[in-house]
């Protein structure tokens, strides 16, 4: 158990760089998410921690000590692995059991410790087994055993979920969850995928094309995303984002639609930006709504998520949610009442937020 | 897996079975000849035509072959020459198995300046066959002192292109997680490859050892060259030796007999390693 702690950490294949100064302190313990959309960076800093890519500039601690130029076996981490990278020829035992060995654990000392992971990861009786042998579910928990019964400093894992079925994807989230908290092992998770980054994380680091946009818990980010990347990312469907004008008493929206102005903002050129869940149907139309024809509808049973075209002749597609039994017909013109509480203003130039919330 | 390509109907199995009897009657057709003839007497293998079955000479062809007559011949004992093919074929078949292991693993695991020279130096020796460099060769092992020894005899056939290109291609398919959860475990470069790569690569080791041990065995042009003494002969070259030119002079029940022999090991390496020598031909185990 221990803390990590990078410093402006920086990667550069020959001229590009691929990583632009990530820093964050992790606390022991502590379960922190990377995610962004594939090809951002991800594994390559999750391989700089681990040690098998090389650190170009910065420095990386674990457990207070600097760990850059010391193999992956000296850092005292322990990673799974996007396709597991299960050993094919040794049994679930011996999988298992490498690392120890390697460590020097031997005899009954080796079999206690593996059998109590196994144990904890419901594989006791696939000990015996190869991993051909074995269902994707159970080849994931094995990788997971692996990691797990070295007892490390911190646990690495690289979309470790990735190829299993939506399903089984759900309860692995929860278990790796249930035993990051029992064992209390400090971690870092990368994944493309929101849901299981929003799920997991005690703090999310939201990446885009190398940068870390935005640090911070699941809920602050939701509430509060930085810019229009990480407000766009996080939250499914994603949050709408409307060309507003701010002037007068007004904002005044592409369609010539008026919400109130929010306090604190300079005339010109914005971006309103609301999440599907804060439009709700409304009876009558004028200031604070916005009025949009619906195209298409997605039922998804509790809920329905409607994709609409802003105005009578307008350009901006708007996605908003009702209940599953309340769903407007597909060719309707519908009025929103817009949630004047929960909507977000961002810099049209800087794409920044500047207030909401 | 087959199937698809020639269709499963009871004429094309019949065709199917057909031809590969046919293919097994031209090919073991030599070989029962030859073993026939082991057991005819001298008169009846001068006389033709050869009958197709074997004779009653087995016992008395065979016996006379371990009790002395060929040492007669050659002034060196059956045995010997078998011991002489043996030392040479497993000689060769395991240096070149760990030669090419070992480049192969340098080649593809590790990166180090010339790494790609180093594999193009490898793979142009392929154009550079043992009978294209002989002199040199040879005249390397003169100097070395290694004629009429089984080092001189083993050596110069070791090197190879061909089994490091085939572990190359095989340990490219090792996923790169693979290598990177050993590092995470701990594991350095020779534990990786002791309990890893070599454990994965059982099957076309042992595929590579049956192809390469036959090879071994039916040396002919380098044996003949780097032995001068009789005892160092390997048994394919005793053979040779055994058939003077004229017909008459030749033994040849006891030419038979020594040639039956000279097929028997790598027959044997064949069938019992055939389960894994398929298995490495045709299936990686992944
Ligand atoms: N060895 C390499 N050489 C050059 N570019 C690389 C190399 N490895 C990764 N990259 C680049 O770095 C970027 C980030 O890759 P990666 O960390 O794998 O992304 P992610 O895991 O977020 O999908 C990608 O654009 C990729 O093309
Ligand atoms: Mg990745």
Same mark, same amino acid.
């Given at each position: 158990?221990?803390?990590?702690?990078?410093?402006?950490?920086?990667?550069?294949?020959?001229?590009?760089?691929?990583?632009?100064?990530?820093?964050?302190?992790?606390?022991?313990?502590?379960?922190?998410?990377?995610?962004?959309?594939?090809?951002?960076?991800?594994?390559?800093?999750?391989?700089?921690?681990?040690?098998?890519?090389?650190?170009?500039?910065?420095?990386?601690?674990?457990?207070?000590?600097?760990?850059?130029?010391?193999?992956?076996?000296?850092?005292?981490?322990?990673?799974?692995?996007?396709?597991?990278?299960?050993?094919?020829?040794?049994?679930?035992?011996?999988?298992?059991? &490498?690392?120890? #060995?390697?460590?020097?654990? #031997?005899?009954?000392?080796?079999?206690?410790?593996?059998?109590?992971?196994?144990?904890?990861?419901?594989?006791?009786?696939?000990?015996?087994?190869?991993?051909?042998?074995?269902?994707?579910?159970? $080849?994931?928990?094995?990788?997971?055993?692996?990691?797990?019964? #070295?007892?490390?400093?911190?646990?690495?894992?690289?979309?470790?979920?990735?190829?299993?079925?939506?399903?089984?994807?759900?309860?692995?989230?929860?278990?790796?969850?249930?035993?990051?908290? #029992?064992?209390?092992?400090?971690?870092?998770?990368?994944?493309?995928?929101?849901?299981?980054?929003?799920?997991?994380?005690?703090?999310?680091?939201?990446?885009?094309?190398?940068?870390?946009?935005?640090?911070?818990?699941?809920?602050?980010? &939701?509430?509060?995303?930085?810019?229009?990347?990480?407000?766009?990312?996080?939250?499914?469907?994603?949050?709408?984002?409307?060309?507003?004008?701010?002037?007068?008493?007004?904002?005044?929206?592409?369609?010539?639609?008026?919400?109130?102005?929010?306090?604190?903002?300079?005339?010109?050129?914005?971006?309103?930006?609301?999440?599907?869940?804060?439009?709700?149907?409304?009876?009558?139309?004028?200031?604070?709504?916005?009025?949009?024809?619906?195209?298409?509808?997605?039922?998804?049973?509790?809920?329905? +998520?409607?994709?609409? $075209?802003?105005?009578?002749?307008?350009?901006?597609?708007?996605? +908003?949610?009702?209940?599953?039994?309340?769903?407007?017909?597909?060719?309707?013109?519908?009025?929103?009442?817009?949630?004047?509480?929960?909507?977000?203003?961002?810099?049209?130039?800087?794409?920044?937020?500047?207030?909401?919330? | 897996?087959?199937?698809?390509?020639?269709?499963?109907?009871?004429?094309?199995?019949?065709?199917?079975?057909?031809?590969?009897?046919?293919?097994?009657?031209?090919?073991?057709?030599?070989?029962?000849?030859?073993? !026939?003839?082991?057991?005819?007497?001298?008169?009846?293998? *001068?006389?033709?035509?050869?009958?197709?079955?074997?004779?009653?000479?087995?016992?008395?062809?065979?016996?006379?072959?371990?009790?002395?007559?060929?040492?007669?011949?050659?002034?060196?004992?059956?045995?010997?020459?078998?011991?002489?093919?043996?030392?040479?074929?497993? /000689?060769?078949?395991? /240096?070149?198995?760990?030669?090419?292991?070992?480049?192969?693993?340098?080649?593809?695991?590790?990166?180090?300046?010339?790494?790609?020279?180093?594999? @193009?130096?490898?793979?142009?020796? *392929?154009?550079?066959?043992?009978?294209?460099?002989?002199?040199?060769?040879?005249?390397?092992?003169?100097?070395?002192?290694?004629?009429?020894?089984?080092?001189?005899?083993?050596?110069?056939?070791?090197?190879?292109?061909?089994?490091?290109?085939?572990?190359?291609?095989?340990?490219?398919?090792?996923?790169?997680?693979? *290598?990177?959860?050993?590092?995470?475990?701990?594991?350095?470069?020779?534990?990786?490859?002791?309990?890893?790569?070599?454990?994965?690569?059982?099957?076309?080791?042992?595929?590579?050892?049956?192809?390469?041990?036959?090879?071994?065995?039916?040396?002919?042009?380098?044996?003949? *060259?780097?032995?001068?003494?009789?005892?160092?002969?390997?048994?394919?070259?005793?053979?040779?030796?055994?058939?003077?030119?004229?017909?008459?002079?030749?033994? @040849?029940?006891?030419?038979?007999?020594?040639?039956?022999?000279?097929?028997?090991?790598?027959?044997?390496?064949?069938?019992?390693?055939?389960? @894994?020598? !398929?298995?490495?031909?045709?299936?990686?185990?992944?």
């Amino acid at each position: 158990m221990a803390t990590l702690s990078l410093k402006d950490v920086r990667k550069t294949y020959g001229k590009t760089d691929v990583i632009h100064g990530v820093s964050i302190d992790i606390a022991d313990g502590e379960f922190v998410v990377i995610v962004g959309p594939s090809g951002c960076g991800k594994s390559t800093l999750l391989r700089m921690v681990a040690g098998l890519e090389e650190i170009t500039s910065g420095t990386i601690e674990i457990g207070g000590r600097v760990v850059n130029t010391l193999e992956p076996r000296a850092r005292d981490i322990a990673m799974v692995f996007q396709n597991y990278a299960l050993y094919p020829h040794m049994s679930v035992f011996d999988n298992m059991a &490498y690392g120890l #060995r390697i460590a020097g654990v #031997r005899g009954d000392d080796l079999k206690a410790r593996v059998a109590k992971a196994a144990e904890m990861l419901d594989l006791s009786t696939l000990l015996d087994r190869k991993p051909r042998q074995l269902s994707g579910g159970q $080849r994931q928990r094995v990788a997971m055993g692996r990691a797990l019964v #070295r007892d490390p400093a911190a646990f690495l894992f690289d979309e470790p979920l990735s190829n299993l079925d939506a399903k089984l994807r759900v309860s692995m989230r929860l278990q790796i969850k249930d035993l990051q908290r #029992r064992v209390a092992t400090t971690s870092l998770y990368v994944t493309h995928d929101q849901v299981e980054a929003m799920t997991l994380a005690d703090r999310l680091i939201v990446m885009n094309k190398g940068v870390a946009e935005q640090i911070a818990t699941p809920m602050e980010i &939701y509430d509060a995303p930085a810019n229009m990347f990480v407000a766009g990312f996080i939250g499914s469907p994603a949050m709408n984002f409307l060309p507003a004008t701010v002037t007068g008493s007004d904002l005044l929206i592409s369609d010539g639609s008026r919400m109130p102005r929010p306090a604190g903002l300079q005339d010109g050129g914005v971006i309103l930006g609301v999440r599907p869940e804060h439009l709700t149907r409304s009876r009558s139309a004028g200031p604070g709504t916005l009025t949009v024809r619906v195209l298409a509808v997605e039922t998804l049973g509790a809920d329905a +998520f409607v994709h609409a $075209r802003l105005g009578e002749s307008g350009s901006e597609d708007i996605v +908003f949610r009702v209940p599953g039994h309340d769903r407007p017909a597909e060719g309707t013109v519908v009025s929103l009442a817009v949630d004047q509480d929960k909507v977000h203003i961002f810099d049209a130039a800087t794409q920044r937020r500047i207030s909401g919330m | 897996m087959a199937e698809g390509m020639v269709g499963t109907s009871k004429r094309s199995i019949a065709l199917g079975h057909f031809l590969l009897i046919l293919g097994c009657v031209i090919v073991a057709f030599p070989i029962w000849y030859v073993t !026939v003839a082991s057991t005819h007497s001298i008169q009846t293998i *001068l006389n033709p035509p050869l009958p197709m079955l074997p004779g009653a000479e087995a016992a008395q062809n065979y016996g006379e072959a371990f009790s002395g007559s060929i040492t007669r011949i050659g002034g060196v004992s059956v045995e010997r020459l078998l011991l002489n093919s043996t030392v040479m074929a497993l /000689g060769i078949a395991v /240096g070149k198995i760990i030669i090419s292991m070992a480049s192969a693993f340098a080649i593809v695991f590790f990166r180090f300046p010339l790494r790609m020279a180093c594999f @193009w130096l490898i793979f142009i020796t *392929l154009m550079l066959p043992v009978e294209v460099r002989i002199m040199p060769t040879y005249k390397v092992m003169v100097d070395l002192g290694l004629i009429d020894t089984y080092a001189g005899l083993i050596l110069p056939l070791i090197a190879s292109a061909t089994a490091t290109l085939l572990f190359r291609q095989f340990f490219m398919t090792i996923p790169n997680e693979l *290598l990177e959860a050993a590092r995470v475990d701990g594991a350095g470069p020779w534990r990786f490859f002791k309990d890893i790569l070599l454990p994965l690569s059982a099957t076309n080791i042992a595929a590579l050892f049956v192809i390469l041990f036959i090879y071994g065995w039916t040396q002919y042009l380098w044996p003949l *060259l780097v032995t001068n003494s009789n005892s160092m002969n390997t048994i394919v070259i005793a053979l040779r030796k055994m058939i003077s030119f004229a017909d008459a002079d030749t033994p @040849w029940n006891l030419v038979m007999v020594t040639s039956v022999l000279a097929i028997l090991p790598p027959v044997l390496v064949v069938v019992l390693m055939q389960r @894994w020598f !398929v298995k490495g031909l045709v299936e990686t185990e992944k």
